[in-house]
């Protein structure tokens, strides 16, 4: 099984195969062999060395020992322990937790992609960005209005929620194509408040 | 005493629980709609509804919470922070239907409430207050006389609302063309936050240090303060980060701040728990800033530090006992606590709320750490309260040990389902001025100016690699798989086993 997984704006071609109970990873074309062990909702991962094995070498086939990449020698090699937790928001989005640290990660099926890319294409083009309300509250401020030039990071609306103001920003630089809400105006999570294009 | 009910829900109704607990007194949690499964509602004795999930529909119901302790036959109540730990009318009203409030009487909260009233007593104590307005300016005083008032003091000033609190209805006003905003601004969210538009005005000290005392004090009249603590680590007026010992404090500093704030306390005849704050400018004069009817929030690093149960003693004075610490040994720090004040919010998206269902949670423990947590795995964070999930306190010899065992905490800490400010205490306790303690009330806002949202969030390329094989078998549908992969390592173990004893 061949997938691609994006994080932090970098993709990785990433393969996994299952092998005598664990499973032999080819991530960017190098090799690695990773023991998964599942402890009440958490994963542990056992991650070979890069070309070696997360298991006493002594044990291997040799043509395993063979795919070690450089390293030579029969002893032991350790394997790299992490603790992993995966949120799952749905339609390849993940936030993958390792060792307690949150990485965001989209994961696709090359295949399913390319059926799919004359509608990314198509979506890349018109380059329109919704900017939603992340949970329900109400609009306290409108900072910008349409046909406004904004930059990355810049505040368009004030949402209160959670006894908190907060300020949405920009996602890129561009202008304002569409204000969709007003000052004192309720809004449900995911609502669409401003375009930006 | 024999059952409490609690007022509040979260954390702070845990930790009210568990001092019941300790004292061998019955509790009853109250809920809203939404907290039915809540962590406080299953550690408590008893439990009751109190209506719909809007606070002013059930936490803020006083009529609904004093039918709730009638029908349970509680002979006590404690209302914790927040919701109406600082409404004298629920304190007044509660001890009217007989019960005892555990916490200062009506007239001290209503006193000091008024923050023009409670610099006014300060005053009279002989304890130093900021320069600035003693009255309250309601809203018929006209902008013109206010500006008037702000010239004399000189800029920058502050304005607060005189009903004020956690920093809300707070604006800092650097020139005069900013004022009148900042007192419309201050006005309107007064009255939305606390029902009364005034506000006053303080002169802006620059670059002070937020540091607080601790005091209990009971119905005989006797106060004794605690060692101090330090919240100069703010984001917009909110504490964020708070610590005790202070690392600038000395011990006659100590002593000067513990006297002031018993001064103060005694002189409005101040009962239970109670906290006086001072900002203390650069060339290390204090002054006072106001005084907090009600166990603070961050109460467990004065428990750190001293030993000292706070709110077994708040029980225990609201019971009629008096005060037996020994007031030297309150007074002096034993180590350094610090505590994080972990919220569901997603730090790397300018800190906007992030409730909803925790999935997975690893909670840290280990040598000289405290987590004061109202959440679990499987638990819901709702949208209508505080985000604030739990509290995270360390404690070590030294304030560098205290900071290596938080980080070390910090890093075991992990929240799955939704974000938190966990990144920002990961980036925020290696920052060289934190570890140096160079910082002051304004310190952290300009440190996030200058980052311009720039995410706190980091790791190491090795652990990016990781979580994209995770993700890829994450992804791997069910029928690529030989067999489950909780299945796998035992499978893999035996196939080496066998393997072993072939050669």
């Not at chain 1, 329109?128 to 306290?140: I, K, L, N, Q, S």
């Not at chain 2, 119901?61 to 349970?72: H, K, P, S």
């Amino acid at each position: 099984m061949i997938l691609s997984v994006e994080i932090a704006g970098r993709t990785r071609r990433v393969e996994v195969s299952r092998a005598d109970g664990g499973w032999e990873v080819t991530i960017d074309g190098r090799y690695v062999q990773v023991d998964v062990a599942e402890a009440g909702g958490w994963l542990s991962l056992l991650v070979g060395p890069a070309g070696g094995s997360a298991i006493a070498g002594p044990a291997l086939h040799d043509d395993r020992k063979d795919r070690r990449a450089g390293s030579g020698e029969a002893g032991p090699a350790a394997a790299t322990s992490y603790g992993v937790a995966i949120d799952d928001r749905g339609d390849g989005e993940l936030i993958v937790h390792v060792n307690g640290i949150a990485i965001p990660a989209t994961v696709r099926d090359p295949r399913a992609a390319w059926r799919a890319r004359g509608h990314d294409a198509a979506t890349a083009a018109d380059g329109r960005t919704d900017v939603r309300a992340p949970m329900p509250g109400r609009v306290v401020k409108v900072l910008v209005k349409a046909g406004d030039a904004v930059t990355a990071r810049q505040g368009l609306v004030v949402v209160e929620a959670m006894k908190m103001e907060n300020e949405l920003r920009a996602p890129k630089d561009g202008r304002v194509a569409d204000v969709r809400v007003k000052e004192g105006m309720s809004v449900d999570a995911n609502a669409v408040l401003i375009t930006v294009e | 005493m024999r059952k409490i009910l609690i007022a509040n829900r979260g954390e702070i109704a845990v930790r009210v629980i568990r001092a019941c607990r300790d004292a061998g007194i019955r509790s009853v949690a109250v809920y809203s709609d939404c907290d039915r499964a809540a962590l406080h509602v299953r550690m408590a004795d008893e439990a009751i509804a109190i209506g719909p999930n809007p606070p002013a529909d059930s936490y803020l119901r006083i009529d609904r919470l004093l039918d709730a302790a009638r029908e349970t036959g509680a002979d006590a109540v404690h209302p914790g922070y927040g919701f109406l730990a600082e409404n004298e009318s629920f304190a007044r009203q509660s001890r009217d239907a007989g019960l005892v409030f555990i916490g200062p009487s009506a007239e001290a909260i209503e006193l000091m409430g008024s923050k023009t009233a409670a610099r006014q007593a300060a005053r009279r104590a002989g304890v130093p207050v900021v320069p600035g307005t003693d009255e309250p300016l309601g809203p018929e005083i006209a902008d013109a006389d206010i500006a008037a008032i702000a010239d004399g003091l000189g800029y920058p000033v502050m304005v607060k609302a005189v009903a004020g609190g956690g920093g809300k209805g707070m604006r800092l006003v650097e020139s005069r063309e900013q004022l009148v905003s900042a007192v419309r601004s201050a006005r309107s969210e007064a009255a939305t936050a606390f029902g009364d538009p005034s506000i006053y005005l303080e002169r802006r000290i620059v670059r002070p240090r937020h540091i607080e005392v601790q005091l209990l004090g009971d119905a005989t009249g006797h106060i004794v303060p605690f060692v101090e603590r330090e919240c100069s680590i703010q984001r917009r007026h909110q504490k964020v980060i708070e610590e005790s010992p202070s690392p600038v404090a000395s011990a006659a500093l100590r002593r000067a701040l513990g006297d002031a704030a018993a001064t103060v306390a005694r002189s409005v005849g101040y009962t239970n728990a109670g906290t006086v704050e001072f900002l203390l400018d650069e060339e290390g004069r204090f002054y006072f800033l106001e005084m907090n009817t009600r166990l603070q929030v961050e109460h467990p690093i004065t428990e750190m530090v001293t030993g000292v149960d706070l709110v077994q003693w708040q029980i225990r004075i609201a019971r009629g006992e008096a005060l037996t610490l020994d007031p030297a040994s309150v007074l002096e720090p034993r180590g350094h606590a610090m505590e994080c004040r972990i919220y569901a919010e997603d730090a790397d998206a300018g800190f906007i709320p992030s409730p909803g269902r925790i999935s997975a949670l690893r909670r840290p423990s280990g040598p000289g750490i405290r987590d004061d947590s109202g959440v679990e795995a499987g638990g819901e964070v709702p949208t209508f309260y505080d985000p604030m999930i739990s509290k995270l306190i360390a404690w070590g010899e030294d304030r560098s040990q205290a900071t290596a065992r938080m980080l070390r905490a910090l890093n075991e800490y992990d929240v799955v389902g939704i974000r938190t400010s966990i990144p920002f205490f990961r980036w925020m306790l290696r920052q060289p001025a934190f570890v140096s303690a160079a910082f002051h009330t304004g310190y952290l806002d300009e440190l996030l100016q200058q980052r311009a949202g720039e995410p706190f969030s980091a790791w190491e390329p090795s652990l990016e690699e990781v979580a994209a094989i995770a993700a890829a078998l994450h992804a791997t549908p069910r029928q690529h798989r030989s067999t489950d992969i909780a299945v796998a390592p035992a499978a893999w173990k035996q196939q080496a086993r066998v393997e072993g004893l072939r050669g």
